[in-house]
């Protein structure tokens, strides 16, 4: 069973995420209804089970939830593929949304790395801030230690930009952890 439990709980943000890479309810809740939108939309598209509860310090602003929700989903990645064998490893999407145009290339290489160009003219889409995307996508990217390259050549809308990062990173995701017919590890190492 590819699926992991996650349980973080700070000073700022308890978390709860329960993730099946072969799919299941999505339920989203972490008190802010545009990254809310987001996650819905991860799970969605990636054909994942996805649950994930939040308690933020929204008093505060965004960051530490947007953030921490990143670290806690990354690690449920992480538990969730295992020792990383049997799966595609790479995927690469492309989603337009009206004016604005996301790609995401990513690489479950057990190395975390995140390169993220994109900038938004708007900083909020309703209460969430935008410049919390690239926070999310680094703690993902770090705590399910992977390589994921964003990229958002063109857009207007914050809106439109985020929501088709957001689903190219699902797509994306979706396509890498896909199983393959190789049993092993893909690497001329043999280990990740």
Not at 22 to 40: A, K, P, Q, R, W
Request: proline share 2%; with cysteine; hydrophobic share 40%.
């Amino acid at each position: 069973m590819r699926s992991a439990k996650i349980e973080r709980n700070t000073k700022e943000t308890q978390i709860s995420v329960e993730l099946n890479l072969d799919g299941g309810e999505v339920e989203i809740s972490t008190g802010i209804g545009f990254f809310d939108h987001m996650l819905t939309a991860l799970g969605v598209h990636g054909g994942f089970g996805l649950k994930v509860y939040v308690k933020g310090d929204l008093e505060v602003d965004t960051h530490h939830t947007v953030e921490d929700t990143g670290i806690a989903i990354g690690k449920a990645f992480k538990q969730a593929l295992g020792d990383m064998s049997g799966i595609e490893r790479y995927g690469f999407f492309s989603v337009p949304m009206d004016e604005s145009l996301a790609v995401c290339t990513l690489d479950i290489s057990n190395r975390p790395f995140l390169v993220f160009k994109a900038s938004f003219e708007q900083e909020l889409c309703g209460d969430y801030e935008t410049c919390t995307t690239e926070e999310f996508f680094r703690a993902f990217a770090m705590n399910s230690c992977m390589t994921i390259h964003i990229q958002v050549p063109y857009g207007i809308n914050a809106h439109h930009e985020i929501e088709a990062i957001f689903k190219a990173f699902a797509h994306a995701l979706k396509i890498a952890v896909a199983e393959n017919e190789n049993a092993g590890v893909l690497s001329t190492k043999g280990v990740l």
